[in-house]
T-cell receptor
Framework: DAGVIQSPRHEVTEMGQEVTLRCKPI?????LFWYRQTMMRGLELLIYFNNNVPIDDSGMPEDRFSAKMPNASFSTLKIQPSEPRDSAVYFC?????????????FGPGTRLTVL | DQQVKQNSPSLSVQEGRISILNCDYT??????FLWYKKYPAEGPTFLISISSIKDKNEDGRFTVFLNKSAKHLSLHIVPSQPGDSAVYFC????????????FGQGTELSVKP
């Protein structure tokens, strides 16, 4: 299995531009999670999906952030417009079972720099 | 309001010695705890976990201890090896929250030869 795939691995953009981050979860996993890692706040959960349906988006910073999961094998996290404070590493993770205690499997992350 | 806290941002240990990483939590509803390891430019990878019905779980050189009354857990690595140098994240979950994990800030472990 290829694991969780994220693209791009690095993104540099200018303030005000739209940014789209992509994630392909592990096949067969029911849950998908988006996290953001910063020095100040560590690893924060932004949003998670169960069977393509958003369950908890309470971690999404503000309306500039949106996430979609149109099918079981693809999700996007969009920032529009982007701001310098959005600079961080964004991780996608997936989990195999509904509920339960299985650990999450993380992708390699997308390092976003907003100038 | 941070529900999971790792108060030591960094730890340096000599190769062969024990590494002890600590984690505190505030939410008594957490019933499952995990440790993740992260190397630079990679995503976190699962290391070891423990259910709230246990107080110890061991896997090779790694042992996690849970003290529910103190809301504290720790990860012991014995003996420490240079390849263990990484950032270690503690995470907690409540099974009623669909597998959602709350992470600590991380502790950067450096194992010196």
């Amino acid at each position: 299995d290829a694991g969780v795939i994220q693209s791009p691995r690095h993104e540099v953009t200018e303030m005000g531009q739209e940014v789209t981050l992509r994630c392909k979860p592990i096949s067969g996993h029911d849950y998908l999670f988006w996290y953001r890692q910063t020095m100040m706040r560590g690893l924060e959960l932004l949003i998670y999906f169960n069977n393509n349906v958003p369950i908890d988006d309470s971690g999404m910073p503000e309306d500039r952030f949106s996430a979609k999961m149109p099918n079981a094998s693809f999700s996007t996290l969009k920032i529009q417009p982007s701001e310098p404070r959005d600079s961080a590493v964004y991780f996608c993770a997936s989990k195999p079972l509904a509920g339960g205690y299985n650990e999450q499997f993380f992708g390699p992350g997308t390092r976003l720099t907003v100038l | 309001d941070q529900q999971v806290k790792q108060n030591s941002p960094s730890l340096s240990v000599q190769e062969g010695r024990i590494s002890i990483l600590n984690c505190d939590y505030t939410n008594s509803m957490f019933d499952y705890f995990l440790w993740y390891k992260k190397y630079p430019a990679e995503g976190p990878t699962f290391l070891i976990s423990i259910s709230s019905i246990k107080d110890k779980n061991e896997d090779g050189r790694f042992t996690v201890f849970l003290n529910k009354s103190a809301k504290h857990l720790s990860l012991h690595i014995v003996p420490s090896q240079p390849g263990d140098s990484a950032v270690y994240f503690c995470a907690a979950s409540d099974h009623n929250q669909g597998g959602k994990l709350i992470f600590g800030q991380g502790t950067e472990l450096s194992v010196k030869p």
